[in-house]
Structures are given as structure tokens and as C-alpha cells.
């Protein structure tokens, strides 16, 4: 129904930025919460930030806030997260997620997500 494909991961230096894309396609619904997660080896994965579609609502997890933001071109179907001032921390694969509003929704659709690697 829903097909995501990121975009835009790359290998940067400490302090640098990168700008990761996500587009959909398929149906896609005003009420979708759109968000990012990130998973480092061996560490599970972790909730980034998140977007309405409709509203432009976010959310960012503490480690990121300041430094991330997320944000929405709806004509074009895509969610971009721009992320600056990268530390080697923020090294992970960046999943692009989607899914339908409400807090009890889940993340029910994935892109296959996009290697950021922050050099020291």
C-alpha cells in the first residue's frame, strides 16, 4: 500500500550535516504520523522524531532536539530530516516509518533504511 524509500545518507564529520529523504508512494493519507528511527550495532532502535502530515506536528527525542528537525513536503509525498551539528553518536541506519494517526498505531510501514556514518 505504502512504499518508503530514504535517501541522502552519506558519511560526514563530526560537526557536519546531512539531510536524509523520504519519499512515499502509493496511498497516503493526511492523518499518517511520519517519523524517523535510527539503529546503531548492537544498540536497539530508537525513536528520532516524528511529523503529521496534516498539521506538521513534531516530536524529537532528547538526544537529537536542537540538533535534528524533521519536516514535510506533502505535494511531493516526502519527509526530510535535517540534521546538523553531528556528533559520532548519531551514527546508525536511519529507518523512514510511517503509519496512521493516533497513539495507538504502529509503524507499519518501513523503508530500508539509509547508513549515516559521523567521522571524529
Known amino acids: 500500500q505504502v512504499q518508503l524509500v530514504e535517501s541522502g545518507g552519506g558519511l560526514v564529520q563530526a560537526g557536519g550535516s546531512l539531510r536524509l529523504s523520504c519519499a512515499a508512494s502509493?496511498?497516503?493519507?493526511?492523518?499518517?504520523?511520519m517519523g524517523w528511527f535510527r539503529q546503531a550495532p548492537g544498540k536497539e532502535r530508537e525513536f528520532v522524531a516524528a511529523?503529521?502530515?496534516?498539521?506538521?506536528?513534531?516530536a524529537y527525542a532528547d538526544s537529537v532536539k536542537g540538533r535534528f528537525t524533521i519536516s514535510r513536503d506533502n505535494a511531493k509525498n516526502t519527509v526530510y530530516l535535517q540534521m546538523n551539528s553531528l556528533k559520532p553518536e548519531d551514527t546508525a541506519v536511519y529507518y523512514c516509518?510511517?503509519?496512521?494517526?493516533?497513539?495507538?498505531?504502529?509503524?507499519?510501514?518501513w523503508g530500508q533504511g539509509a547508513q549515516v556514518t559521523v567521522s571524529s
Open positions: 511529523i503529521t502530515w496534516s498539521g506538521g506536528d513534531t
Open positions: 502509493g496511498r497516503t493519507f493526511s492523518s499518517y504520523v
Open positions: 516509518a510511517a503509519r496512521e494517526g493516533g497513539y495507538l498505531s504502529r509503524y507499519n510501514y
